[in-house]
């Protein structure tokens, strides 16, 4: 009988250091998750700084290819480069200025 015994107490102490290192694979999980968050969160406010500094980027050159419209039109054909930057700010300014009051109507995200 005493080695029915010895075995069961061998599998009781497998048991509980299973259980142990369960336990330390649970808690360094949720340390990544929590390191991962963090780096989720960095990244999201890198690329708000971005987008906001492209923004303004965009609406420079609208502003910039405004003035540059204003003093003589180009020759009939294919349209200027300034031409064709001008209306993509255009529509990036627009696009973004929409997102942007969308984003702050809707606090909840």
Request: zero cysteines.
């Amino acid at each position: 009988m005493s080695g029915k015994n010895s075995r069961m107490k061998a599998l009781e102490s497998r048991k509980q250091l299973l259980i142990a290192e369960s336990e330390l694979n649970r808690a360094q999980l949720v340390h990544e998750m929590r390191t991962m968050a963090g780096e989720v969160h960095a990244l999201v406010q890198q690329a708000q700084t971005i987008t906001s500094f492209a923004s303004a980027a965009a609406s420079l050159v609208a502003g910039l290819s405004s003035f540059r419209r204003t003093k003589s039109p180009p020759a009939p054909g294919k349209p200027s480069w300034w031409q064709t930057l001008g209306k993509v700010a255009r529509m990036v300014s627009t696009f973004w200025s929409e997102f942007r009051s969308r984003d702050h109507a809707n606090p909840n995200k």
